[in-house]
């Protein structure tokens, strides 16, 4: 894992599409701004990590529980 340490106001680049900027520092608090392309999701850990388990979850699922269209 990198660490870099970055005040208020500084950003960090990944790649030449994404961009993440410590807008705030209050106490045990960062606020982050994220500029990624549209098509490139950003989602925090925990939503992320729920939405791969719902994903298997329904990819588990039986064909004839899943209702036609």
Known sequence: ???LT?????SIAIGDEIEVTVLEI???NVRL????????PVH???VYLRIQEENRRAAAEAPETI???
């Open 44 to 46: 925090r850990l925990e």
């Open 6 to 10: 970055r005040r208020e106001g500084e």
């Open 33 to 40: 701004g994220i500029k990624a392309p549209p098509e490139m």
């Open 67 to 69: 209702p036609e269209i």
């Open 26 to 28: 209050r106490g045990r």
């Open 1 to 3: 894992m990198l660490v």
